[in-house]
């Protein structure tokens, strides 16, 4: 991909001391996009959360229904940000055009994909479900062509996809696959949430100009608001009795696989596109088999050196070569003053 991330100081001015939008200055660095060594290492860093988030999916959902599940997860980390970002000085914007783009990342990154996922995984083997949720870096190239004007697709994107989709199937193994048209609705399911995180990469690229506490704060109150009357309705939380564990899990993945997962979704997304941002989909099984070799002494198979070697071909490809080994170049520099 092409394009330029946008690199702002947060020094408040005195007429806007309280908002959480930088407004002295504003540079902007047009670069060459390949994916520098050090987001690599924050994409690394992210899939490494979201990997372990599925296995506290899996132990929260045992004693919470899936609704409850959604709303607990994004109104706990909602909360966590908000108190953060106050700490800090800001404030949320008010009455502002972006809180719409928030409503709509709440929707397509938060409430529907997070619901649809946890019930998903009460009928689906996890391995079934990563392979299908691994559709998602295609859905968003896809995307990304048609509404995007500097994500265009090209042969060796497709190529770097399918290299990144046949690694996941390598690391799980083509026997998961036998378990395709069984639980139909609950493959639709993943299905539909991974096309709803590839909406929301491409809806995203409107916040560029937004600091990342204050979009994953943002689109974790709307999700949190969204969910709220579904849990009332469905799940009558005051009659649940969830087990320690699963309020441990579920505390887990708030914290960590939701709140820190998003500061980090938020901060790669201006700067190495929506494209290389999908490809964290690539590279969450991987790092489920190293939580498994850590955590529960699991041996490493030589399937998951080969899904290693063709995940990371794919993410060279989709970026036209390997990551470099320093910060992205520079080729212009624009500086505004607000």
């Not at 019930?119 to 870096?137: C, K, Y």
Request: aromatic content about 10%; some cysteine; hydrophobic content about 55%.
């Amino acid at each position: 991909m092409t394009g330029a991330a946008r690199v702002t100081t947060e020094r408040p001015s005195a007429k806007c001391n309280d908002c959480a939008f930088p407004f002295t200055e504003s540079v902007i660095f047009w670069e060459k996009d390949t994916v520098s060594l050090r987001n690599f290492a924050i994409l690394l860093v992210l899939s490494l959360i979201w990997g372990a988030s599925f296995l506290f999916i899996k132990v929260a959902v045992a004693t919470i229904p899936p609704l409850s599940v959604a709303f607990g997860r994004t109104s706990l980390a909602a909360v966590v940000l908000y108190l953060v970002l106050r700490s800090r000085g800001f404030r949320m914007p008010g009455r502002s055009p972006v809180w719409g783009t928030f409503l709509l990342m709440g929707f397509f990154n938060g409430a529907v994909p997070y619901t649809l996922i946890t019930w998903a995984e009460i009928h689906l083997d996890s391995g079934l479900a990563a392979i299908i949720n691994a559709v998602m870096p295609l859905f968003t190239v896809l995307l990304a062509h048609f509404f995007t004007r500097d994500e265009r697709l090209n042969i060796v994107k497709i190529a770097g996809i399918f290299l990144g989709f046949c690694g996941v199937v390598a690391l799980i193994g083509p026997a998961a696959l036998k378990g395709l048209g069984k639980d139909v609705l609950a493959q639709l399911a993943v299905m539909a949430a991974a096309l709803c995180y590839a909406i929301a990469i491409i809806l995203g690229r409107r916040l560029q100009g937004v600091t990342p506490l204050v979009s994953a704060t943002g689109q974790l109150c709307c999700a949190a608001f969204l969910t709220l009357p579904m849990i009332l309705v469905f799940d009558a939380p005051w009659s649940l009795s969830p087990s320690f564990i699963s309020l441990a899990a579920l505390t887990c993945l708030s914290l960590l696989g939701t709140a820190l997962a998003y500061l980090l979704y938020y901060y790669l997304l201006p700067r190495i596109g929506s494209t290389n941002l999908s490809l964290v989909t690539y590279l969450i099984p991987i790092t489920g088999v190293f939580w498994g070799a850590l955590l529960l002494g699991e041996r490493l198979h030589w399937s998951a050196f080969l899904a290693l070697g063709l995940i990371l071909a794919g993410i060279a490809g989709v970026n036209n070569r390997l990551p470099k080994l320093a910060f992205t170049r520079k080729i212009g520099v624009e500086t505004t003053a607000k």
